[in-house]
């Protein structure tokens, strides 16, 4: 990402702090016409090479605190899953969220509700066994459409820091997201972490149905698929964009 604050940076009123934990970055490379009509008309899909990417990645959600307090009671540890797509506004580089499915009520209700992103509500377990992970997920939010996910993933190398300008740093190193509520209106907004420890990975994906409610159906195999033990998060309050 062109625009990457670096490690080092704290968003405007970063006042929520996370822990992410055992992360999956599974990508497959989408025909920028497929995804255009997917995102509000005031982004543009951000591009690598002229070819438009999406995202699925499944972790843990952990320590979740506002700055300077305990955690949240009810948030000690929870899965989470997304499905995302890269963009750009005014040439700010950002991701935009398809669907954010969690086993957390509370935290699909807040993040609705202060972020305007679109969580779902999930029946999940992610357990780690003889290093690695089994990670299952099955959407029970009836008001939006059924996704499935059922995925072993495992590090498979030494740890590394991404390059800028691989196709890696710039699928992960994203500082900046955008949201829409249910007027269209516009929002953005800001976390800081440090630069993502990666490890190549090898993932068996048995189920995924979670593009099927966009119409899209992916191929079996990711192109990309990379694993991060963890990483702490600071997120700070989004701010509606200018029309």
């Known amino acids: 990402?062109?625009?990457?604050?670096?490690?080092?940076?704290?968003?405007?009123?970063?006042?929520l702090r996370m822990r992410w934990e055992q992360l999956l970055f599974a990508h497959w490379p989408v025909p920028e016409a497929v995804l255009r009509p997917l995102i509000p008309a005031g982004l543009e899909l951000d591009l690598l090479e002229g070819q438009a990417w999406l995202g699925?990645?499944?972790?843990?959600?952990?320590?979740?605190?506002?700055?300077?307090?305990?955690?949240?009671?009810?948030?000690?540890?929870?899965?989470?899953?997304?499905?995302?797509t890269y963009v750009r506004h005014h040439g700010q580089a950002g991701v935009w969220f398809f669907s954010l499915d969690a086993a957390n009520p509370l935290a699909v209700v807040l993040a609705r509700s202060f972020y305007h992103l679109a969580y779902r509500h999930a029946r999940m377990v992610c357990e780690v066994a003889g290093g690695c992970v089994h990670f299952s997920s099955i959407r029970t939010d009836g008001a939006f459409p059924g996704a499935e996910l059922l995925a072993r993933y495992w590090p498979n190398g030494p740890v590394f820091r991404s390059k800028p300008g691989s196709p890696i740093h710039w699928l992960t190193e994203r500082y900046s997201l955008f949201s829409s509520d249910r007027t269209g209106r516009l929002f953005h907004g800001q976390i800081s972490h440090a630069p993502w420890p990666l490890q190549e990975a090898v993932v068996n994906l048995s189920v995924?149905?979670?593009?099927?409610?966009?119409?899209?159906?992916?191929?079996?195999?990711?192109?990309l698929v990379y694993y991060?033990?963890?990483?702490?998060?600071?997120?700070?309050?989004?701010?509606?964009l200018p029309v």
Request: proline share 14%.
């Open 56 to 84: 699925i990645v499944p972790f843990l959600m952990s320590r979740v605190r506002l700055r300077g307090l305990p955690p949240i009671p009810g948030t000690a540890c929870f899965p989470e899953l997304n499905v995302r």
């Open 208 to 223: 995924n149905t979670m593009t099927h409610g966009l119409g899209l159906e992916l191929q079996e195999a990711p192109a």
């Open 228 to 240: 991060s033990h963890s990483v702490d998060v600071t997120a700070g309050l989004i701010r509606r």
């Open 1 to 15: 990402m062109a625009n990457n604050p670096g490690p080092n940076f704290s968003p405007p009123g970063g006042w």
